[in-house]
């Protein structure tokens, strides 16, 4: 296998990789790190926030 290919394979979500965890993160922050809470504070609120999760696994490899 490639390098790239390689690399992708041991990405993976370190606050949980499905959809609403992906939004509880984005959301919320994780405390004591430098990820701070967005909220919903996008100009169209969720569901500019839920397009951007369709983009975040959309443009990545398969994460665990």
Request: with cysteine; charged share 25%.
């Amino acid at each position: 296998s490639s390098a790239a290919s390689d690399v992708y394979k041991r990405q993976e979500w370190k606050h949980g990789g499905r959809d609403q965890e992906i939004f509880n993160t984005i959301s919320n922050g994780v405390p004591n790190t430098r990820m701070i809470a967005f909220g919903t504070n996008f100009p169209e609120g969720e569901e500019d926030l839920w397009k951007l999760i369709a983009f975040l696994k959309s443009n990545r490899a398969e994460c665990s």
